[in-house]
């Protein structure tokens, strides 16, 4: 369990550099007018993130999980997929990329990296989606990864929702 405690740490000073990446963004936006939006479901959301990662551990640690090879293996490869993806949605977005909802009035949807692809307009959560599967399933942490994917749903309903609305405003944008 060690190990899986060191991979928790790593996911866990990983979020954190988000937050720093997403600090500096906001000011970013917010100096450009940037207009931000939801801020009733923000805690929310960082409480069941945050839950995430204290649950998935202590599960392991009181229920006795085993690692299983066979299931531990792929889902440590999807975990650091989720990574690759949600970095690579951290570049693309730029200055732009942040934990809340802000858009800045007047500039262009973003349509490279990731979000060239007309059918996936949110893929960064693609990345939290599959991350809180595959992080507490790498040491069969199960309960976790329902409880996590069963309240993560109901979050991106509220939070894809909030995302749009602000992104209708957003020129280039069908329906903005």
Known sequence: MT????LILLVALERLAELVVSRRN????????????????????????TGLLAG??????LADRPFLPALGWPMLALVVAAQGLRWWCIAT??????TQVIVV???????RGPYRFGWLRHPNYVAVVVE?????????????????????????????????????????????
């Not at 906001?26 to 069941?48: D, I, N, T």
């Not at 009035?105 to 349509?111: A, N, R, S």
């Open 26 to 49: 906001a000011r970013w936006s917010l100096e450009r007018g940037g207009v931000v939006s939801g801020q009733g479901h923000y805690p929310w959301m960082v409480a069941l993130h």
């Open 132 to 176: 809180g599967v595959a992080l507490p399933l790498v040491h069969t942490a199960w309960i976790t990864a329902v409880v996590f994917t069963v309240l993560n749903a109901a979050m991106m309903v509220v939070r894809i929702r909030c995302e749009n609305a602000a992104l209708a405003t957003v020129p280039g944008r069908a329906g903005g």
């Open 93 to 98: 977005l730029g200055p732009r990329w942040n």
């Open 56 to 61: 998935a551990p202590l599960e392991v640690w």
């Open 105 to 111: 009035p007047g500039l262009p949807l973003v349509t």
């Open 3 to 6: 190990w899986y405690l060191l």
